[in-house]
């Protein structure tokens, strides 16, 4: 019991991804899955959360194994100049370009709960004033260059989700038959299934939250005395925190269902799914729902360019420092960018955020495959390398995305058009 609750305290880098794919976009594609199929889709979303642990504890693995992140690890494996031109362009490309996009998404989720919250604070200026509030208050948290204090932060507002979105799913008193049947059921409703299918999992397995696990688990367990004890305490991290996650996320569709759905309505956001609660819940359930889109806003809105950061700093072999300057150009990029956007737009580069969510579903298998590579590698990983076994559960999780992607190679380059042409 002693240990476990060591290993408890320990919790940190599994709460970061956590708090990084529980966003704007996930609240949005979730609240839509349940209001539009009700339970039928949460086989897909339980997929997505054993998908992520699988991914991310390799990621995790590589960091404490190697003390590197995937960039740097990249740069361990492969020496030749051109190659490392070539991942370069497809790090900075995939992840750097991608999380600029995202952000946007993101202070704008973020300031949308709290006008869903505070609906005195929903007008022109006061979307402008609350943008600059919150991206002044995440520049001081990542120019700390403190991960300990980020992490802090980030689980706690974790914690905040959890409690947020699990009230307003037992509130709503689900039909605990069609949940359990919907959880395993695997089921795809006709119409736009696929791509619901695709929109779940593309939010929740992220390939940006790669780059952040494998840098933040080698700065969490940098000075334990035995690898192994890290791993434990990563193992158990990964568990607790993604599965945490997975279930926050489980309950936006459930809360969705039991009202939206099962009153035959429909919604569009999550934004929408705040007032759309009201009338079924009651105000509290409004305020509610607005903070937890809130805290899903803000925590993204960190974590995407930390993300960026590390992972364009390491291919670039510039170091994962984050108290160094160069790090820091790459953060501040992606948050200037959101901020500028989210008070010179008016409101999200819809076409921008769709194009960069459609593109995940073909970046994850390029990611994962770069990761795989690395964690094979005995030189770095050592007698940690993949054991056969788990190889064979990370290409199934490669496969299954790429299937996915294939079924919705319309959509991609319907999104793609739409982007060029706007």
């Known amino acids: 019991m002693e240990k476990l609750k060591n290993r408890l305290k320990n919790v940190g880098p599994g709460a970061l991804v956590a708090a990084a794919f529980i966003g704007p976009g996930t609240v949005t594609s979730c609240s839509t899955s ?12 339980l997929l997505s ?38 991942l370069a362009i497809l790090v900075i490309g995939a992840v750097f370009i991608g999380n600029i996009a995202y952000e946007t998404g993101n202070i704008s989720g973020a300031v949308l709960g ?39 932060i980030l689980t706690g507002l974790v914690v905040v989700m959890g409690v947020v979105f699990f009230i307003c799913a037992f509130a709503a008193k689900p039909d605990w038959g069609a949940l359990f049947s919907g959880m395993f059921g695997f089921g795809v409703p006709e119409g736009s299934g ?25 700065k ?5 005395d035995e690898v192994a004890e890290g791993l434990a305490n990563s193992r158990v991290d990964s568990v607790i925190s993604i599965g945490l996650g997975g279930l926050i996320s489980m309950a936006i569709i459930v809360c969705a269902a039991a009202t939206i759905h099962a009153n035959g309505g429909t919604i ?16 509290w359930a409004t305020m509610f729902f607005g903070i937890g889109l809130f805290s899903a806003g803000i925590t993204s809105t960190i974590t995407a360019p930390l993300a960026a950061a590390f992972a364009s700093s390491g291919i670039l072999g510039w170091g994962e420092d984050m108290s160094k300057g160069k790090f820091k150009i790459f953060w501040i990029i992606v948050l200037a960018f959101g901020i500028i ?14 194009f960069a969510q459609a593109a995940n579903a073909f970046l ?59």
């Open 364 to 422: 994850l298998p390029i990611t994962g495959v770069l990761l795989l590579i690395v964690a094979n590698d005995k030189n770095i990983m050592k007698e940690y390398a993949n054991k056969a076994w788990f190889n064979v559960l990370v290409v199934l999780v490669i496969v299954i995305f790429l299937v996915i992607a294939a079924r919705n190679m319309t959509a991609f380059m319907t999104s793609l058009q739409a982007l060029l042409a706007a």
């Open 341 to 354: 956007a989210v008070c010179t737009l008016g409101a999200s580069p819809t076409q921008i955020i769709l």
């Open 49 to 86: 959360v054993i998908s992520v642990i699988i991914m991310q504890s390799m990621a995790a693995r590589l960091g404490i194994v190697s003390h590197m992140g995937l960039g740097e690890a990249l740069r361990a494996k492969f020496t030749n100049n051109a190659t490392r031109i070539l």
């Open 194 to 218: 696929w791509m619901t299918i695709a929109a779940l999992m593309g939010t929740t397995v992220v390939p940006y939250n790669i780059y952040l696990h494998a840098s933040s688990a080698s």
């Open 220 to 224: 969490k367990w940098a000075n334990d």
């Open 114 to 152: 709290l006008q869903v919250a505070v609906p005195s604070l929903n007008n022109g200026t006061g979307k402008i004033i609350l943008a600059l509030i919150l991206g002044i208050i995440a520049f001081v948290l990542l120019f700390s260059g403190s991960y300990k204090y980020i992490e802090k």
């Open 34 to 45: 349940g209001a539009n199929y009700g339970y039928t889709l949460l086989w897909a979303m």
């Open 268 to 283: 569009s956001s999550g934004g929408d799914m705040a007032v759309a609660l009201e009338p079924l819940l009651g105000s």
